[in-house]
Nanobody
Framework: QVQLVESGGGLVQAGGSLRLSCAAS????????MGWYRQGPQKQRELVAVFRRGGTTNYADSVKGRFTISRDNAKNTVYLQMNSLKPEDTAVYYC???????????????WGQGTQVTVSS
């Protein structure tokens, strides 16, 4: 079984920083992409950043220059460093892993339970 566990999140004032972590555990052979999504109140879930196995990354326009995604493949862990936080960044942040190959051979996509990030003005 595969489980994604997020850590970090919390309350921070505008302009502050926060670092999120997500570790995937289980009988994992490899993971294609790991990323972060978020969903604010009355909003649809949106992609924040993704880090693919080959090293390519993508960011939402709203976070470019402020957020940085990184990944430790050996630990099946992805991070999101969030700087210069704004009130509009307030949301539940979800970790995602796509193309997870487990042993015995099985492919799947997984989500974490989410962690709340609240930015006060």
């Amino acid at each position: 079984q595969v489980q994604l566990v997020e850590s970090g999140g919390g309350l921070v004032q505008a302009g502050g920083s926060l670092r999120l972590s997500c570790a995937a555990s289980g009988n994992i052979f490899s993971i294609n992409a790991m990323g972060w999504y978020r969903q604010g109140p009355q909003k649809q879930r949106e992609l924040v950043a993704v880090f693919r196995r080959g090293g390519t990354t993508n960011y939402a326009d709203s976070v470019k220059g402020r957020f940085t995604i990184s990944r430790d493949n050996a630990k099946n862990t992805v991070y999101l460093q969030m700087n210069s936080l704004k009130p509009e960044d307030t949301a539940v942040y979800y970790c995602n892993a796509e193309g997870v190959l487990t042993t015995p051979t099985r492919w799947g996509n997984y989500w974490g339970q989410g962690t709340q990030v609240t930015v006060s003005s």
